[in-house]
């Protein structure tokens, strides 16, 4: 299902967020909350229009399910931990009461779930508006009743031609209309809803924020910074209120962000935080410095291009750019969820809301039928997806229904159907919404003990994303559906097949044998990866390995996959073979999956390891031209991983005729992440000769940052200069120094510690490097200065780290016994 080095991504980024999922979750399971248990009661779900909040218990770091919208399906109680003024529970229902049920009857499922239904069901005609509650008080058990409003039931079809939707809706307008609208990003998101709404009163407040946005004096700088984000939306926003308007005002602005944006693309059609640095002899387009590339704000940099060029751009970069990026993101189309950077698609219908940015990046350009209608169709399907996101889940609120009505109004009445439970629960009762997030789990947290909860994620407004969702058949805007090409639309049939996907993870599990061998072949990359999981649990599949050798090498690209996937389950033995052989098909997302599933093998597989030696080798491709059909030849990162993270644990007695290529091979890689398999490797297990041997890769390996995946491009880096070290290679001490200089990202203040370390232990031959060491200096003072990450403690830390090291070196009287990788004359 997820590889090992997919779990690295999600867990530095947890790591970096510096919010670890399960952290405040103090019971170890679902507690009996009428006992007074210690909780940590920041950390509560609005519960819809009664005006209260709740703690519901969440099953604790289960990524998977969490993934899945179940962290709390085991619970069958809420603490009410706050109770709005004025609203139908004032009065009514206590601080400290449990509810037990709704209905007269106890929870029988996921209380969260359960009373979002009942709230459903409250607000029918039908219902009168009365929610019956059974609460625990002070060791006694009641029923009592809340009075709400009075909605209706959502349409089949809802949002469109539905009562229930237009009236929320309303709201939820009103509320927007009394936020402020500032100049940045957040602001952008509010200017888009209000014109998504339809209102002209709202227009001069719009046109005014517009003028703001869009200034005469607005020159904007390819620099390194947060930048990417605010060009982005601030775009998006400018395009809409010009193609709205028509107002020639803003043009100079939507040229200037636009083209500036096409410039800072990287060559892979990638975006971080900020621009792609320029490539080493000057070009733009290079690679995304590290931190590395971030696809949540690259996709909507992507989206805005493409709006640029609807509202008349004319640019060779921005041709150039929707090209690379278009052809980027389609890579993952059949493979699973775009992930959070140039890394493999991550095992999920959606990834906070990616997936919908997708959608919407090839639906605006209106002739990519397949990946606007695999991406709709993987939205569509996420509904159970929604409530999980890198510090928060933000994006996934508000991309979420404009992704899957990329996909036409039957996929956005699908999408809604099953994520209605949830706009009802963040819905409050004076018609404004909450936001409900956290990294991995659902809650929110309060603040100032107010009804009103957390403001939104970093600033973003929950009322502007709802009413995006819920003005999407107005169509006003590009992204809510305007000039959409009905060739892109899901049918019927496309809609029941991602909804019953989506559900897989939990309907498998009633499945035949033979009935999941069947959904090894289904449309979703997901459920083959599920059904080939569950398929080889059931006792029967052992029987059908010879089947599943035969589709593993069979006509059916995604029969092929599964197959693979499941004998990876089964570790078949007699499935080596073809496993071996499929490392270098055509098919590059199977040489994945064939990868994968020896890796699972362990060391059953150890027979094909030769195999796979000669496949990296094989495989190997130049950086340049990029190769759209695996742009960051992720193909290699899975095998790498397969073999230097798995089976490979040392090298010794292995042939060198097979083991140098493969390391070549993988050294050489686009990917920072292939890389990093080798750093054990080359810092602990290669000898003197394996050094001598692959000098020039070892020494490339330090001095060359990788062009993708920049996140984890060091960890070679350190492999490779350790390596060097150990032996005492003469040429570690210039090395070293470059890798000091052009490391960069997070832990480089660590880093610069461990690598002047390692050139002081020179000693008096180190002293060549010492005017190197104070230009270093001077530049970490520059980027201090400047504000430049890292700057401030972190870089006054790298500073002192090299200042010591020239300290060292200059009191030193010795120096070891030096190599050198030049060959002995």
Known sequence: MISKIQLVVMHLCLATSGLVAGAAQTPAGPPDLTR?????????????????????????????????????????????????????????????????????????????????????????????????????????????????????????????????????????????????????????????????????????????????????????????????WEWAYRNLFLCEYYLLTGDKEVLHAINEYTVSLAKGQSMYGTYGHGIAHRTADGQLHGSIPPYGPVNAAGLVANVAIV???????????????????????????DKGAVPYGEHAPWPNHDNNGKNAMAAVLFALQGDQVGPTQYYARMVTASYQNREYGHTGQGFSYLWGALGANAGGPMATAGFFQQASW??????????????????????????????????????????????????????????????????????????????????????????????????LGDWSPVVRGWAAEELAKRPEAKAMVPELIALAEGADARLRQGACETLGYLKSAEALPVLGRLLTHEDRWLRVKAANAIKNMRDAARPVLPDMLKAAAKNAEPLQPIEWADPVQISQTELATAIFKGLMRDPKGTDPALLYPAIRAIANSPDGMARATLRDLFENKLTVEDVQALAPDVLAAVRTRCPADTMFGNEIRMGAFKALTKYRFKEGIEAGVIFARTQGGHGSESR???????????????????????????????????????????????????????????????????????PPR
């Open 307 to 333: 709006m640029g060029k609807k509202c008349g751009v004319r640019d060779p970069e921005v041709d150039q750019a929707i090209e690379r990026g278009s052809k980027y993101f389609a890579y993952f189309v």
């Open 36 to 228: 007074g248990p210690a909780i940590d009661r920041k950390l509560t779900y609005n519960l819809g229009a009664t005006g209260l909040r709740g703690w519901i218990y969440t099953k604790p770091a289960n990524f998977f399910e969490s993934q899945q919208g179940r962290t709390t399906t085991p619970s069958r109680q809420i603490l009410v931990t706050h109770v709005g003024a004025g609203s139908p529970a004032d009065g009514v229902v206590r601080v400290d009461d449990v509810i037990l049920g709704t209905g007269g009857t106890l929870f029988s499922d996921d209380a969260r779930k359960s009373i979002a239904l009942a709230i459903q069901e409250a607000e029918k005609e039908t219902s009168g508006g009365v929610l019956k509650l059974r609460l625990w008080r002070s060791g006694m058990t009641r029923d009592v009743q809340l009075k709400l409003r009075v909605l209706g039931t959502y349409s089949p079809t809802a949002p469109f031609n539905c009562p229930k939707s237009k009236r929320i809706f309303d709201d939820a307008c009103r509320m927007l209309e009394k936020e402020p609208l500032k100049n940045d990003i957040w602001g952008a998101v509010n200017g888009l809803a209000l014109m998504a709404a339809g209102n002209p009163e709202s227009m001069p407040r719009v046109s005014e924020l517009a003028r703001k946005m869009a200034p005469k004096s607005l020159k904007l700088e390819l620099r390194d910074g947060m930048v990417v």
């Open 422 to 519: 949830h706009l009802d629960l963040v819905r409050r009762s004076d018609g404004s919404f909450t936001y409900d997030g956290g990294e991995q789990f659902g809650p929110g947290e309060t603040h100032d003990n107010t009804y009103y909860g957390r403001s939104g994620y970093y600033g973003l407004s929950p009322n502007a994303t709802y009413v995006l969702t819920y003005a999407i058949p107005l169509r006003k805007l590009c992204i809510t559906g305007r000039d959409a090409k009905q060739a892109n639309w899901l049918v019927k049939k496309d809609v029941a097949d991602a909804i019953a996907s989506g559900r897989f993870d939990l309907d498998r599990t009633g499945k035949s044998a033979r009935e999941l061998l069947t959904w």
């Open 752 to 822: 610069t510690g461990v690598i002047m370390k390692e050139i002081a232990a020179y000693g008096t031959a180190a002293r060549t490097a010492i005017p190197q060491l104070k230009e270093l200096i001077t530049e970490l003072n520059e980027q201090c200065r400047k504000g430049d990450f890292p700057a401030g403690e972190l870089n006054q830390r790298r500073v002192s780290a090299v200042e010591a090291a020239i300290r060292e070196i200059e009191s030193a009287t010795t120096q070891p016994e030096l190599r050198t990788v030049a």
